[in-house]
């Protein structure tokens, strides 16, 4: 067992222990991770991918990736790559091949035949809200259908014509025969099949009909052998469902189903019709704008696999539920890049600086660490000359009591570099400051100064040496902590409007020409920051997002 498996022990891991060891299961534990190919994951997803492939590698077993594809109408091959890509991403490696629960649909259609013959299974002829009405509800059992007691060789042999396409969408539904009375409304003749005509992405036009997913997923399950079907909390009144298939068809074994509480977060949505709606709305830029909690929108953010990992283990697996806060997962990234993210200069907001006693045609270089704790990461260069750019946050006219950056005769250290001293303020026409005149103490590099003590520390860049660069500064989508709370109106109204600012005109570290694209940098002072490939190479120029700034500007009301 690995040292993260140890880490990540949770009550499914001690279950299985516990079977193992009163001699209950025997061989090869087997798991499955079963999307449906309907939109992309999200950060819920990471925690059932973690926990379903880190159970099957705790105990040397296998997980399988199997798509839950019995819904073509919302389903695509864009989901399917994409899905294949993040779980690849978060660095788990599926046994075999990818399956998919098409794989399965003339074995699927066999056993629902063999529940007709067992008359256990019906053609039924209600409609949708006739249907609805004779279920009944959670005070009252439901009725049985007028078509419950239709002889076994009718329905057997028109669910056969339902199959050759003898009927129309919806026309007729195959309805398994359990209990109309049940406590459990998911036990009330469900549906097993439905009339669809459209193509499959898989299996192209062979079928109109589909199997239903609670009839689709035990078998699944039992056709591959899974030992263990892992699933979130919202099932557990479908797991009678799941053995009563089970029970009532020859399949091969019989799959233990285990529940586990779904990962809520706050200021977060995790609904993939919600996000949906935010994609096709076009308030966000796709299913991978940095701001959404997809896989893929947090990895061009510059989240990292292992921090996703670490979030999910900081959570844990349970049966209680609940809401996480979302600054643990910035947490897990802040931790994450702290050890490892090479640090570098961004001046976002451009102020010109002017050293008046440093020779316009001189220059050198000056020696700063990628990583101040980290001695191994080395060293980069960085141009000092005449003309500098600071941050227009980092000056104050009239700066306030306990100001730690630049103001008119206050002198502050430039990071690694020289201390210097504000002495004329320059402004345009309209009265908008457009350059500082300022004084630099020659012999303050590396030493603090004689006499006089600098009133905090800035970044800076060289005006000629620097490159131009993009930012967007990207936060939390929502302002609110439960913004698809029905109590509190649609998620449209809790939008936040600073969830992205774009500042143009940044300038960079000359080190930065050709940026790293496999992990963000530390612009210091600044945040976390990831260079967005895509957008670099349409822009010309580099673009970076920011992934996490270096505090939560969230907590304590922050914002």
Known sequence: MSAESKKAHNFIQSL????????????????????????YLHIGHAKSICLNFGIAETFSGDCNLRFDDTNPEKENQEYIDAIKQDVEWLGYEWAGDVLYASDYFDALYEFA??????????????????????????????????????PVEESLQMFRDMRDGKYQNGELVLRAKIDMSSPNINMRDPILYRIRYAEHHQTGNKW?????????????????????????????????????????????????????????????ITSKRKLKRLVDENVVDGWNDPRMPTISGMRRRGYTPESIRTFCDMIGVNKAGGTVDVGMLEHAIREDLNTRAPRAMCVMRPLKVTLTNYPADQSETLTLPVHPQN???GEREVPWTQTLYIDREDFEMEPPR??????????????????????????????????LKCEYDPNTLGVNPEGYKPNGVIHWVSA????????????????????????????????????????????????????????????????????????????????????VTLRDSWGKGGK
């Open 16 to 39: 299985i222990e516990d079977a193992i060891a009163s001699g209950e299961h025997t061989g090869k534990v087997v798991t499955r991770f079963p999307p449906e190919p309907n939109g």
């Open 113 to 150: 035949e063999e529940l007709i013959t067992r008359d256990k299974a019906y053609v039924c002829a209600l409609t949708a809200d006739e249907m609805a009405e004779y279920r009944g509800s959670l005070k009252e059992p439901g009725r049985n259908s007028p078509y419950r007691d239709r």
């Open 208 to 268: 109109c009909i589909y199997p239903m997913y609670d009839f689709t997923h035990p078998i699944s399950d039992a056709l591959e052998g899974i030992t263990h079907s892992l699933c979130t909390l919202e099932f557990e009144d479908h797991r009678p469902l799941y053995d009563w298939v089970l029970d009532n068809i020859s399949g091969p074994c019989h799959p233990r189903q285990i529940e586990f509480a779904r990962l809520n977060l706050n200021y977060t």
């Open 375 to 377: 001695p191994d990461m």
């Open 402 to 435: 306990k100001w730690k950056r630049l103001a008119p005769d206050q002198a502050v250290r430039l990071r690694g570099g020289y201390v210097m001293t504000c002495r004329e303020v320059i402004r345009d026409d309209s009265g908008q400051i457009v350059e």
């Open 464 to 547: 000629s040496d620097s490159v131009e660069a993009d930012i967007n500064l990207y936060d939390r989508l929502f302002n609110h902590e439960s913004p698809d709370s029905d109590k509190e109106g649609d998620l449209m109204d809790h939008l936040n409007p600073e969830s992205l600012v774009v500042l143009k005109g940044a300038r960079v570290e000359k080190s930065l020409v050709a940026p790293r694209m496999d992990l963000p940098y530390q612009f210091e002072r600044e945040g976390y920051f990831f260079c967005d490939q895509a957008h670099t190479e349409a822009a010309g120029r580099p673009v970076f997002n920011r992934t």
